[in-house]
């Protein structure tokens, strides 16, 4: 007699989510038997179907290379449920795609570091060079950084000028955002509960254009950001300035793009001298705070010096 299975058959997606509920049910059972009440479940899901399936069914904390995850607890235990993805290899490596490079969620600094890529991701990679130390960036991927969303990441910034957008993949569901939606304040993100950021996509609109990185921080190495900038240039035939992209990270909630300075920069000639364009103005859209690295008026000062730097590079790389 045929199987009421084989007659509607379910898709291996929902199959392997009944299994996961399934699983992990039983597992909750024999903890609260075991353990005389819920005791913390450590999931290690191999394959992204298993991990978003885990995640739609028991939650929990998402874990990858946990350099963010645990340093932020501090003194205290590790959240209930931990789903640690760091096996999940289809989510690491970087693809060239026609319109798009993805870049895979699990990607480290140091695979960043290690890949060629187009000139307009020097800056990314400049990032990568500065973010911790080698031993963090071995471990430390693309979407911790920018789901940790601090205000200091400093992935954040050169993702911004190259018009980043990211993937996020639930049980039911695969969306894109731009990557200045996806941020959306201290600490704060358009992630959804159950969502992965599997990819981020950085369209090929401009491979060939310079890119630059700087970051200022109290000391040269291992160090938090006070401020920093990403530029990307591109120039017409005439060298004249096609377009500009500039972003500030560290000074404000989340990172800025100096949308006002990248208009007012149109058409004008890429040469040396440039910076001088620049005035304080156009860091209007800024709000940097006194804390415990900088007071506001010194990051305000230092990242007008650090925009005029960079477009200073830039300019003489076209
Ligand atoms: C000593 C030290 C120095 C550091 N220096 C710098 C620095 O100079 N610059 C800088 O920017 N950062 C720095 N960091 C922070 C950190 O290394 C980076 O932000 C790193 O990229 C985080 O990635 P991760 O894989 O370790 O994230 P994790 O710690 O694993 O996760 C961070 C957060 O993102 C969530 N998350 C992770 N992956 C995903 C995903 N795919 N989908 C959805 N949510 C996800 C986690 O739930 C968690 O909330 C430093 C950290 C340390 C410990």
Redesign the pocket.
């Known amino acids: 007699m045929a199987r009421l299975q084989d007659k509607w058959p379910i898709s291996p997606r929902k199959r392997l989510y009944k299994q996961q509920r399934l699983g992990i049910q039983t597992l909750k059972a024999v903890r609260s038997r075991y353990f005389g009440g819920p005791g913390p479940l450590y999931l290690k899901p191999k394959t992204l179907l298993e991990a978003v399936s885990v995640l739609a069914s028991s939650g929990g904390?998402?874990?990858?290379?946990?350099?963010?995850?645990?340093?932020?607890l501090g003194e205290r235990l590790p959240p209930p449920d931990v789903v640690d993805?760091?096996s999940v290899r289809e989510?690491r490596g970087i693809s060239f795609e026609p319109d798009w490079i993805r870049i895979g969620?699990?990607t480290?600094?140091t695979d960043i570091l290690r890949t060629p890529l187009p000139k307009c991701f020097d800056a990314v990679k400049s990032?990568a060079r500065?973010?911790?130390?080698i031993?963090?960036?071995n471990?430390?991927?693309?979407?911790?950084?920018?789901?940790?969303?601090?205000p200091?990441?400093?992935?954040?910034p050169p993702f911004l000028v190259l018009d980043a957008q990211v993937e996020?993949t639930s049980a039911t569901e695969t969306r894109r955002i731009p990557l200045d939606q996806f941020i959306t304040g201290n600490r704060k993100?358009a992630?959804k509960p159950g969502?992965?950021?599997?990819s981020v996509l950085v369209p090929r609109t401009a491979d060939v254009a310079p890119s630059t990185f700087l970051?200022l921080?109290a000391r040269r190495y291992?160090?938090?950001?006070i401020s920093m900038v990403a530029v990307v240039l591109q120039a017409d035939n005439h060298k004249r300035i096609a377009q500009a992209r500039i972003a500030v990270g560290s000074c404000s909630a989340v990172a800025r793009r100096l949308t006002d300075l990248e208009k007012h920069l149109l058409g004008l000639p890429a040469t040396a001298g440039i910076s001088q364009l620049v005035t304080a103005d156009h860091l209007s859209p800024l709000s940097p705070i006194d804390d415990v690295r900088a007071t506001a008026s010194y990051r305000r000062d230092a990242s007008l010096t650090l925009v005029r730097r960079a477009l200073e590079t830039c300019a003489r790389s076209l």
């Open positions: 904390q998402i874990l990858a290379g946990g350099t963010d995850f645990y340093p932020a993805i760091s989510m969620g699990l480290t600094w990032a500065e973010i911790g130390s031993q963090i960036q471990r430390g991927t693309v979407a911790g950084n920018l789901c940790n969303a601090s200091a990441a400093d992935g954040v996020l993100t992630r969502e992965l950021l599997t970051k921080g291992l160090v938090i950001s």
